[in-house]
């Protein structure tokens, strides 16, 4: 298993950016505390946005809060779950769906522990079908019960409808929006293609924001070095706006 | 309770306007640095400076003696004369004959028509001097048409009038500095005017503005909350 | 006069490196006039780890220049939601010291508070003229109606961070939105105790001694002594508040 370098939350657990996922992470859990989450699309309107990085990484720190958790590459477009990972892609969830393959077959573990990856698999011809099959849905039933929270990372959901049908039988959709690339008119549409089907957007992850929009007032951060405890202190200067 | 939510939303909107301002600061500068140079440029180097002499009359009596020197309660009138007679030498001065007299003495290759926009006719308020003003890109040309004009409306009055009464003050003198172009009001005025549709343009290019760059932007024409900022700090790649 | 919120221990997070520093600022305390300081550092798996060992080195040093020192610490939120069973609270009492690093005020932070409370543990706020701006006053107003405490830094009162926080600061106190001031302190410079400076801006300010005392002394000691009852700062009251006619 070879983690690309996009996967901080692996790497670097002391890093600011390890810190933004736990954040989001723990207002995920707190975002409807009247419906307890465990099923959650992770898509963007545009390719490019990061998505596959978001979905990784939140697993990530979700299986190292102690929860079991499942991340399902549900990009039957393009794959790159396995890429991010750096693990194989010889068999996934299309196996499982179309051959009745098992689980445990396909399924593979992360060395975070509390972590199990199931990528695409064979590329199938009619991915929205696949997603919108009966036996997805019963698949996900089943492993509600085996896992705490399945993260299922999605198509981009402008151009295609695989997010919006997974979106349709999940607890909670996120958006993972980038802040070089995003288009505003793209993400409304985004949000349009959701609502109608009824599917609870919780929320939305801004990628790549510029330094310069973040309004900190003087906000210290600090990395910290494991072994031997010291810190290291990053000043960050005020700006305008907010974060 | 809800006031201060009103206040409080007119209070973000002013800095909104200031975010927007900085993130087109540069495009605004621009602009405006654009406008100032090539009107700065076009005043300095296009336009042909335009200068202006002046020749200086005195429109009273020619000479005074015991006799006709003037007292307290003639000056008044003498001045209310003056003044009315000065009008008719205003309109001598630009009337044809005058100026083409002028045109013929020095040789000018324009109509009595062309030398009437150059010239002006001005009387100083409340006094009997007329000025007597004639622009030309030459300087020195403007100041010879000056005085020709000073001199044959000093004949004209003579003839016309039968009157020796008016006199040179002061002769035209080779102006120094052209009247036109006003280079600084220039660049002033186009800096100004550049800035004002620099900032225009900022804010119509804001609100075609597609992109989302901060959390306000999601929140506020997305209307979903931001559950987290992934900060740009190296190069952090997406997929 | 009593310190809720300083990272005074050594060799643990951003404050202190070494003994000799901790030691300077321990004495810089001393000469400001601070008599109790609770240790906040900044939580890591390596802190708790460490923390029992540290905190008796820095008391003993702490002892030997007269000031008491107290076990605390300052707690991201999502690290507090994680660690509901053994958190570290301040001098023993209910209290927990938490700041929101994220800067992002929605609805979920309103659950995460309410679910810490929940679990017993009345909430103070670090420092949230810094990790807020203006725009955030009606998100932390909620934050105030629900019960948690503010914790404003000296250093803020004192401009020490500009003139941007500085007005923020005082628009918090307006607000009645602080119950505590603390130095945050990390180091002899930047950011040392400004208690003394803070105090007497505050007074410039025209501010009631009664209501300085409260913000330095009276609130803080309640929780040295594990008192809950808080006493809110008084709002500068221009009219008498709205009611709503149409709920």
Redesign the interface.
Known sequence: MFPGPELVTLHNPSSLITESYRVLRTNILYSSPDNPLKTLVVTSPLPGEGKTTTAGNLAVVMAQGGSQVLLVDLDLRMPSVHRLFGISNSAGLTNLLVEDRSLESVVQKDSVGNLDILTTGPIPPNPAELVGSKKFAMFIEEMKTVYDYIILDSSPCVAYTDSVLAGRISDGVLLVISATIGKMDAAIQAKKNFEKVGAKIIGVVLNGVNKSHLGYSSYYYYYEDDEQGKAVRKKKKRTHGRM | MEEQQQLMEDEIDLREIFQILRRRAKVIIGTTLACAVVAALVSFFVLTPVYEATTTLFAGRATVTPENVSTPQTLQSEIAIAKELVNDYQEIATSRVVLQQVINDINLQMTPEELSQLVSVQLKNGTRIIMISVKNTDPNMAALMANKLAEVLINAVQQILNVENVQVIDAATVPDEPVSPRKTLNTAVAAVVGLIAAILLAFIFEYFDNSIRTPEDVERHLGLPVLTIIPDLDSEGGK | MIDIHCHILW?????P?SPEETEALLNLAKVEGITDIIATS?Y?P??EQ?YEKKFEEAASMARSVGINLYSGCEY????A??LKDRLITLAGSDFILVEI????L????C??VY?LELAGYPVILAHP??????????KLRKLGDMGVYFQITAGSIAGK??K??QG?AFKLLEEGLCHFVASDA?NQRSRAFFFTEARSTLQKKELMPQAINLLFRENTSKVLNGEPSIKSFPRKRAEP??R?LFP
Do not use: M
């Open positions: 060799g643990v997070d951003d404050g490196q900044h890591t390596y802190l460490v991201k939120i999502q690290d939601l994680l690093t994220s800067g992002l929605g609805d979920f932070v659950n995460q679910d003229e810094r990790s807020f701006v203006p725009a955030d006053l009606p961070f500009g941007q926080i923020f990390h508040s709205r709503k």
